[in-house]
């Protein structure tokens, strides 16, 4: 059993209904406690072991029950030094305020064992007008332990230079009050694991000396694991990519007859009875194929961080790009009877045809038109390069680099889904998320081909560029 002096404890306090027990869950990975949107919903003191090493040096998270008259349970814990004060706070209330009982039966234990205290606020509050917040610091003081302020409840992640300023705001207003030594924004449904880093820093240079070598210990345990979850997520994202890459579809070379009415067809020309476009076929297989793969890249970084519940439902997906590349094998003789009957509407298909295919998007094929090549002579030289035979469908560079953003902007979406929010559900991330991933693509001027090895850099400084002070 491990000693006191290899155990920190880390108590989370707050008003009541502020979300302790939610952040708990995040900082956890599990589900602990009760989580809804009333008062006292936490009723009791309770441990659970955020971090252990083998030597036994353990990192305690208490968490417990919320303030809620915070006035009269500051003036009663100020009084408890007298009789009078005493008999009330632990007869009268036992039997009379059972809740206000709980608080100080909490707060006692907090202050008799507590190493480091995590105050949870509402961010979006004024700290200067909210009721509960002069009275709670009393109680603060009271306990006499280091006091570390949490922004939570903040909503959607916000961009760098708005949760800058929220923090500006509390730290501006925490001033007087010498036991606060950091503000910090650790929202219990929003955080990105890369601010827990943060989170330790202020927890560590608030420690005693006597506490540090256990406290590092510990965090190196935990760091170990959250690195372990991104190297994984990395791994997959990468696999994602470059599974869409190698991927492709044959489609048979239509004969000569369907080869004009398929060509007619693009044009808006009626030739003939309608045909089936095979390369039309392989485009959809291609498309279903990924739509898969995205959802198993889902369910796999959800499992990896942490997570419960199904991924993307795939008619979500819908919103998917559909772009093609395609090259087409020509066969000789049709090539020269294409080339007797090309017209100038084919001409621009035939340069593009002639460069090794072109990434039209938006399923827009090349089909196999080539008459204002010259005929067969150009014909066999394309097929013989390109070593082709039928229509190759395959995702173009374009396509690539927007689904390597959608899988960017998924990995984050799981890296800010906090554990209290329950089992993971598809929501719609913020717009500046988006433009932070692009920015960081065309700052490193990345390739379509070139991208499953590019996670780990472009998820890197797009953390950073989120997070000024993201640690990994």
């Known amino acids: 059993m491990p000693t006191d002096s290899l155990r920190i404890h880390l108590s989370l306090v707050s008003h009541t209904n502020i979300g302790k027990t939610t952040l708990a869950r995040t900082l956890l990975s599990r589900d602990i406690g009760e989580v809804a949107d009333r008062e006292h919903v936490t009723e009791t003191t309770d441990d659970y072991v955020l971090a252990r090493n083998a030597e036994g040096c353990e990192l305690i998270l208490w968490d417990t029950p919320g303030f809620g008259n915070s006035v009269a349970l500051a003036k009663r814990l100020s009084g408890r030094s007298n009789p009078v004060g005493w008999f009330l706070s632990e007869v009268w209330d036992r039997m009379a ?3 206000q009982w709980l608080n100080q039966k909490a707060l006692k234990h907090v202050k008799e064992t507590s ?3 995590l105050y949870l606020v509402n961010a979006t509050e004024l700290p200067e007008t909210a009721p509960y917040v002069q009275a709670e610091m009393r109680i603060l003081e009271w ?11 903040i909503g959607v992640p916000q961009p760098a230079d708005v949760e800058a300023a929220q923090i500006e705001r509390w730290k501006s207003a925490m001033q007087s009050y010498p036991i606060v030594r950091e503000v910090l924004s650790m929202d219990a449904f929003a955080r990105c694991w890369v601010q827990e880093f943060t989170l330790f820093d202020a927890i560590g240079s608030v ?13 190196e345990v935990w760091s170990r694991q959250r690195r372990a979850a991104y190297s994984s997520s990395i791994q997959a994202l990468g696999f994602y990519i470059d599974k869409l890459a190698k991927d492709q579809e044959v489609a048979a070379t239509p004969g000569m007859v369907d080869q004009l009415k398929l060509w007619g067809k693009r044009f808006k020309l009626k030739i003939g009875d309608e045909v089936h476009d095979p390369a039309e076929a392989a485009q959809t297989a291609l498309s279903a194929r990924s739509v898969d793969d995205f959802c198993a890249l889902t369910d796999k970084l959800i499992s ?3 997570l419960k519940g199904k991924g993307v439902r795939k008619e979500l997906l819908q919103r998917m790009r559909s772009d093609w590349s395609v090259k087409s094998a020509v066969d000789p003789k049709q090539a020269a009877v294409a080339g007797a009957i090309g017209t100038g509407a084919a001409g621009g298909l035939a ?10 998007g938006l399923g827009t094929l ?3 038109v080539v008459g204002a090549l010259g005929g067969a002579g150009i014909a066999v030289a394309y097929n013989h390069q390109k070593d082709a035979s039928g229509t190759v469908v395959m995702w173009s560079d374009s396509a690539l680099m927007n689904l390597f953003i959608d899988a960017a902007l998924l990995y984050l979406a799981v890296a800010h889904f906090g554990r ?6 598809e929501g719609e991330y913020p717009a500046h998320w988006r433009a932070t991933v692009e920015e960081t693509i065309r700052d490193r001027q990345l390739k379509g081909r070139t991208l499953a090895s590019s996670f780990d850099a472009v998820i890197r400084e797009v953390l950073c560029r989120l997070y000024p002070n993201a640690q990994f």
């Open 97 to 99: 305020n059972k809740s």
């Open 115 to 117: 190493s480091v205290v």
């Open 143 to 153: 306990i006499g332990k280091p006091v570390i302020v949490l922004l939570n409840q």
């Open 207 to 219: 420690l005693g000396e006597e506490q540090q070598p256990a406290f590092e210990a510990v965090r």
């Open 304 to 306: 990896i961080n942490g």
């Open 351 to 360: 340069a593009d045809l002639a460069t090794g295919g072109l990434s039209l």
């Open 366 to 368: 090349i089909g196999s």
């Open 420 to 425: 209290g929010r329950g089992n993971w559900v």
